[in-house]
């Protein structure tokens, strides 16, 4: 699938409108970027969350930094067909990177089926 940097991060921005409260509601001081791919120029990961878990974090004071969530088009463009299943596959990643903030692991998402 190809598409431009300008049209996937609408799609991002559309799918984490559409998230419920209780995903979203509880997030404070996270941003979420796109990049075409991590650093290393894998194509096997899809997102990532860098920062400290909700629980785990100390209390955010003047100058300190967001967390950040970051979603890679590259390789979800890759592994999707057709819009729509962009669109899931967006939907889940987003799930499972704001699952960390919530401090959820692999593993537990997994379980839930958001890995």
């Known amino acids: 699938m190809d598409m431009t940097l300008d049209?996937?991060?609408a799609e991002v921005s559309q799918?984490?409108?559409?998230?419920?409260?209780?995903v979203v509601g509880g997030l404070e001081n996270v941003v979420f970027v796109v990049e075409d791919r991590p650093g290393d120029g894998a194509m096997d990961l899809l997102g990532t969350y860098e920062g400290h878990d909700r629980f785990g974090?100390?209390?955010?004071?003047?100058g300190q930094l967001p967390d950040v969530v970051?979603?890679?088009r590259d390789p979800i463009l890759a592994i999707c067909d057709d819009v729509e299943q962009l669109r899931h596959q967006i939907h889940v990643t987003l799930v499972h990177e704001i699952g960390h903030y919530y401090g959820?692991?692999?593993?537990?998402?997994?379980?839930?089926g958001w890995a």
């Open 15 to 22: 799918q984490f409108d559409q998230l419920p409260e209780e």
């Open 70 to 72: 970051v979603i890679f």
């Open 104 to 112: 959820l692991s692999d593993a537990q998402l997994h379980d839930l």
């Open 7 to 9: 049209e996937f991060e």
């Open 57 to 62: 974090r100390a209390e955010y004071g003047y």
